[in-house]
């Protein structure tokens, strides 16, 4: 469970920001919709979601155990 939260942490960290105001918000969003999102940051989102998910079954199956 620590090695999937410090992995969240680090993948999440190294994301580019997506903080330019408001024209980086009105870009941003049209961005997302139409997929420019390559690359790196590309990996990092689902190596971040990968780990969510066995962060949230580790903590399932804790629960399950201490029951």
């Given at each position: 469970?620590v090695?999937?939260a410090?992995?969240i ?12 105001g408001?024209s980086?918000?009105?870009?941003g969003g ?14 990092l ?13 580790v ?5 399950i155990?201490?029951r």
């Open positions: 469970m090695l999937s410090l992995g942490i680090a993948a999440v960290l190294l994301q580019s920001g997506t903080d330019a408001l980086g918000a009105i870009a049209a961005e997302t919709i139409f997929g420019k999102k390559k690359g790196l940051d590309e990996f989102s689902k190596i971040t979601i990968i780990l969510a998910g066995v962060f949230l079954l903590g399932i199956i804790i629960a155990i201490e």
